[in-house]
């Protein structure tokens, strides 16, 4: 399958920081979804981006998807202890169904 | 709209015996997947059904695999034969359209002893 390159791989931020992840891959695709899984429970989307360049924000997340569409970043400003979990991006390409995640970015938050 | 459910949450199971998890979408949602994560790393497609009709299956899913959705709802994935390497979480998810973001369920963590 694609592979998708997600990094960091984890980091510790202090709370009210600003955190930043990305994603590149090998293949361009035509949506970029980030989710957010906890412990025990499957990933929850938080933000989808369609079209090149477009920057998406939800709350404190904001999104963007690379203008070559192989790369997309995620940004979580002020971070919060319920931002501790797992980020995961994933790419769809066109015409296609099927989800190629990354391996996820570890987030824990320093009180 | 519960959202996607999964059935059970958690499974122990002896290597050799067979394991059945079920799947309920959401119910508008045509289309349903699955997906196997193991610990460390995203989750990787299984495979996916339009309606009743099962349209695509990844290498991933061995002679071993059969997912089944007989009437366009719910839909089952069965393991035959399990083997320590099938421990994972094994996820559900629903959507209506192919692009953009699936709901996921909350999965099914199978530990094969």
């Known amino acids: 399958g694609q592979q998708l390159n997600q990094s960091p791989q984890s980091m510790f931020i202090q709370e009210g920081e600003d955190v930043s992840m990305n994603c590149t891959s090998s293949?361009?695709?035509?949506?970029w979804l980030w989710y957010k899984q906890e412990p025990g429970e499957g990933p929850v989307l938080l933000i989808a981006?369609?079209?090149?360049?477009e920057l998406t924000s939800n709350g404190r997340l904001t999104a963007q998807f690379g203008i070559t569409r192989k790369d997309s970043f995620l940004n979580i400003s002020a971070s919060i202890p319920s931002d501790v979990g797992i980020y995961f991006c994933?790419?769809?390409?066109?015409?296609?169904?099927?989800?190629?995640f990354g391996a996820g970015t570890t987030v824990t938050v320093r009180a | 709209d519960t959202g996607v459910s999964q059935d059970p949450r958690h499974k122990i199971t002896k290597r050799g015996q067979n394991v059945t998890f079920r799947c309920d979408p959401i119910?508008?949602?045509?289309?349903l997947y699955w997906y196997r994560q193991t610990l460390g790393q995203g989750p990787e497609f299984l495979t996916y059904?339009?309606?009743?009709?099962?349209?695509?299956k990844s290498r991933l899913l061995s002679d071993r695999f059969s997912a089944e959705r007989p009437k366009g709802s719910f839909s089952t994935l069965e393991i035959q034969r399990t083997e320590q390497g099938d421990s994972a979480m094994y996820l559900c998810a629903s959507s209506l359209g192919g692009r953009g973001g699936y709901t996921f369920g909350s999965g099914t963590r199978l530990t094969v002893v």
């Open positions: 981006l369609y079209k090149a360049g």
């Open positions: 119910s508008e949602h045509n289309r």
């Open positions: 293949s361009i695709f035509n949506t």
């Open positions: 994933a790419g769809q390409s066109r015409n296609d169904y099927k989800l190629s």
């Open positions: 059904f339009q309606n009743e009709a099962q349209l695509e």
